[in-house]
Structure formats: structure tokens, C-alpha cells
């Protein structure tokens, strides 16, 4: 329905002068704040008008000729920007929101745009109805009955009216009691980050692509298939360390008569007889009938006599002897299927004999970003837009977890260039993602081709940053529709995406690493929703681990996350987390 692009739910209030918008709004907000509905509201002005008084600092910089003063103190900040030339439309004003704060977003006026409205009417004022010739209006509030099947509600009715704005606002119930159901709203709910994932996770086919390569080629790819040991590990029963070899059954000699020495890579190949023994270096393949070995400071040597000194360790049968077989046998898994290949695999694997691997070839991943005011680096800013930092940090995690990245760049808003992007990347990558206002799906054309090309979900997460996600197959390849703020897709990737390549890369129940740590500052948290908060953990004064926020946590502070070494996530049943307590801490190192 709607053509304005926000990443959560948007409601107008459509109506004459006169019917008291802004006083039912006034009255409602409190009621909205004690359901714990977070609100934004976006009032339209026919009208001059100014927020600061005159003679105010900010009123007399403004004047002084600031096309744009930002005002800010402990409790609050305020933006106001001159617009002579045109004034600015909805869509970007929604853009000066932080989303990631919000739940809802209400409208007073602009009621000839697209997006839902709640027409309210009084008898009294002598106006035409509103709803006739407004395909967006999905209620009536009003004094008398109106000729429509929209749900109607009374306009005096504060209680009612707020009931019908919290379920638009939460999409997951339909009240009935108070006289209306909301079951023609889109009810997309909202998910936890657990029941997003698995929802992925369970839509997620790893492909057969399996490929032979050299070792040189094999570190951090996954191997195809477990890798059986040819031979014994070690292959013969070896000295641990220098010194002499003896029977363990022939230990009460005083001395022992030296017979051969035996260097690593060489044998002595005559059974070992009592009161003799055999001067063997490290890894040296022990005689036959030989089980024991004396290291060689405890020996002291007199020609081919040897004697051993019990004062420094007393000397047990079958001591600094490693076995055939004792690291691997002959059939055993040396390295899984699923594994990632680090270098003390690699040098398993070569210990085996083997100079070459299975593996699975590299995840294909095509990302682009969306958006008209996205702009590359390095050209000139335009007025209004964003450098695209997405597609980089994108590209950067992709590349750590081992995929091959197909940069689309920046798609312009049309439905022809998102189209063709979106076959181009189905046709050459095993994955897509995008960053931006896709991942939203507000506009009906996006949702006309993804409709066209494949099966896309469109969720809202109950988690914080990263709340709106795209999920489904394009030509039956995953699709990803991040969000565009910076921290957010960052987020949104390490919580989805990547768990999802791994599955694709053949590994089984992928895990991140988490540890448990102590704030040592408050953490504020909604409950029942998944926080993220950027953060630095490290071992405090008493040994403990401990973490604190790296500052502002704002989803478009991108340098939240350059100083930070790990997620703080605060779960959904904690209702915050006070100085002392413990968190849960996801590491980034070797993630981003």
C-alpha cells in the first residue's frame, strides 16, 4: 500500500481543519507511551514557523544566515534546516528519524500521499468524507456512522482509538472487542532473532560443488569431505625424546650394555635382548622388544656400558615411548567434513602424505547497495546524499568468512535497474545481498519484481539496531535485504547472513564464540527485545573479564564499531543490565 519508505509502521491522520488532529494526537501519545509504544511523530505545516524563540542563541544564529542549526543539550537536540527553495517532502523527512529508536511513526497531514491513514470526521465541521477517494484510509473515526466496510471506530472513544493504533503498531493481534478488527492489515508480527534465523537457516540448501585442490591452495577453505588417514600417526613406535631404549621388563640391571644408535630415520633392526639397550634419538623408531626410554640426562655413558641415576625420576615401564598409531590409525578421520582449513590442519593433512584436498568452492556472494542518495567515494558529495560505506564493510566480512564477492555497486530507485540487478546477480552469485531501502519493501514495485523473481519475506526483528530484514530466493538463490544504516547491516549480517553461508559452506551448526562478562557501566535495554550495543572487553584489576560500550550507540555511528572488539548483547528476557552484572559478549575479532 504504501510508497513511503520506512522500516516500521507508519500511520497518517487524515482530515479536515478543524477536527481536532492535533488534540486527539496530544491526548493519545501518553497513552501510546504507557503501552510501551515508542513514537515519532511528523506534523506538515501550511505555515511559517519557527521552534526557538527570538533572542534565543539559536534563533539569532539561524537569522545571522546558519542554513542549518543543531541545537543541543543534556535531555534534548533540535535541527532546524531553511528550506527557501523547496520545501521537504515526507519521504526525507522520515530519513531525519532514527528508526532504530521507534516503533511507530505517526503523520499529521500530508493526506494526499500513499501510505495508511485513519480518517477522522465530525458531523459538524461540514465536510465531504475523505475515504471515498482514498485508497490508503484502512479506518474511519468519527461522530456519526459512515457508508463503508473500513473498520469504524468513535472518535470520542480515546481508549478505543488507541487500542486500534497499538495493534497497527505491533501487527500480531486483532482486537475485536472494541468493535473493529485490523485482520486487513499486514500482519508481518514480529520475530525474535533466534526465530529469524532459524527461519533462514531452515531454507538454506548447502550445494555439491566440491573441488579438488593443491595444499597451497587449501588454507581457509572448507573441506568437502572427512579425510581418512592412510597410515599410522606416528607410523612406527617412536622415542618421545634423546636417550636409551630398554625392555620394560628388564628393569633391575645396574647397567646396560649399548648395542647400536639409532638416529631419526634410521632402525636397528634386531629384537632387543636383556641387559642390553640402544642409544635413540627423538622419533626414532624404537628396537623390537623395546618399550622404555631413559632420557639422556639421567645416563651416563662409559664405552658401551651404560648406567642410569634413579635420584633424578625413577624410571616406569613404558615411559617417553609414542605409539604406532597413537595420534591417528589407519582409517581414522583425520580433518571433518566441514572444517575450515588453518594452518594446523594444513600441516595435518601434509604429516598424512597427502598433497592435495576436497574442498567446497567458495560461496559466490553478489552485493549492491540501493538508493539514490547513496553516492560512491570519491566523487564530489551532492547535496543531499550519503558515501556508500555498506557495500565495503559488506565486502570486507564477506572476504573474511571466505567468499568470493560480486560488487554490483549502487542502484539508482527504478524498478528497471533494480530488475536487472537482481537477474544479473542470480545468474552469477550463490547469494545476493543489498543494502538499503529493498531490505524495507515498502514500495510496491520492489515488491512487484522480488513477487516476480522469487518468494521474499519481508520481517521486522525484534532486535536493536537492524530491525527491518528481507529474506527469500531470487531464480532459487538466498536473498538478503539488509538495512542501510551502517551499524545496522553490520549487525543484521553477523546475526544472519553469516551464520547462512556457513550452512552453505557445509558447516554444521555453525556457532559464534560467546563469552560471559561484567558491565561496568548500566546498559539500557526494552524488554522482550535483542539489544546490540558496541563494545570493549578486557581483563579487569581482579582477573575478570569486563566490558563496557564504546559511547553513542547510535546505528549510523559507524565508529561505534571500528573501536569496538565485541557485540554486548542483552537478551531479550533481561530487562537491563546494571554495574557489576554479567552480559553475554559476542567477539568480533576475525568477524569483521
Known sequence: MSQINASLPLLGFAAWSGTGKTTLLEAMLPKLVERGISVGVIKHAHHNFDVDKEG???????????????????????????????????????????????????????????????????????????????????????????KTELPQLDINDLDQLTDFVVAFAKKDQEPTEAGFSCSDLEQSGMLSVDEGRQRILKQIVPPNNELEVSLEQALGQIVARDILSPVNVPQHTNSAMDGYAIRGDDLEHESYRVVAEVMAGHSYDQPLQQGEAVRIMTGAPVPANADTVIMREQAQQNGDTVTFDTTKGPIRAGQNVRQAGEDLAIGQTAVSAGTQITAPELGMIASLGLNSVCINKQIKVAIFSTG???????????????????????????????????????????????????????????????????????????????????????????????????????????????????????????????????????????????????????????????????????????????????GQQGSGILRSMSEANCLIEIVPEQPGVEIGERVRVIPLQGRV
Request: aromatic share 8%; hydrophobic share 40%; glycine share 6%.
Open 56 to 146: 534565543k542563541d539559536s534563533y539569532r544564529l539561524r537569522k545571522a544566515g546558519a542554513a542549518q542549526m543543531l541545537i543541543s543539550s543534556r535531555y534534548r537536540r533540535a535541527l532546524v534546516t531553511e528550506t527557501p527553495d523547496e520545501e521537504a517532502n515526507l519521504p526525507h523527512l522520515i530519513t531525519q528519524l532514527d528508526q532504530t529508536e521507534l516503533d511507530l511513526i505517526l503523520v499529521e497531514g500530508f493526506k494526499k500521499l500513499d501510505f495508511p491513514k485513519i480518517e477522522l470526521h465530525r458531523e459538524e465541521i461540514g465536510k465531504p468524507w475523505l475515504h471515498p477517494d482514498d485508497k490508503n484510509i484502512i479506518a474511519v473515526a468519527a461522530n456519526v456512522p459512515a
Open 372 to 550: 539514490d542518495e547513496v553516492q560512491a567515494p570519491g566523487e564530489e558529495q551532492k547535496q543531499n546524499c550519503i558515501y556508500d560505506s555498506n557495500r565495503y564493510t559488506l565486502r570486507a566480512m564477506l572476504t573474511k568468512v571466505g567468499c568470493e564477492v560480486i560488487d554490483l555497486g549502487i542502484i539508482e530507485d527504478s524498478e528497471a535497474a533494480l530488475e536487472a540487478t537482481l537477474e544479473k546477480a542470480s545468474q552469477q552469485a550463490d547469494v545476493i545481498l543489498s543494502s538499503g531501502g529493498v531490505s524495507v519493501g515498502d514500495a510496491d514495485y520492489i515488491k512487484t519484481i522480488l513477487d516476480k523473481l522469487g518468494q521474499i519475506n519481508f520481517w521486522r526483528i525484534n532486535m536493536r539496531p537492524g530491525r527491518p530484514l528481507a529474506f527469500g530466493q531470487i531464480r532459487q538463490k538466498p536473498f538478503f535485504g539488509l538495512p542501510g544504516n551502517p551499524v545496522a547491516v553490520m549487525v543484521a549480517f553477523l546475526q544472519f547472513v553469516e551464520p547462512a553461508i556457513r550452512k552453505l559452506q557445509g558447516i554444521d551448526n555453525w556457532q559464534p564464540q560467546v563469552f560471559k562478562a561484567v558491565a561496568t557501566e548500566k546498559l539500557r535495554s526494552r524488554p522482550g527485545r535483542t539489544e546490540y550495543s558496541r563494545g570493549v572487553f578486557s581483563i579487569d584489576a581482579n582477573g575478570r573479564l569486563a566490558v563496557r560500550t564504546t
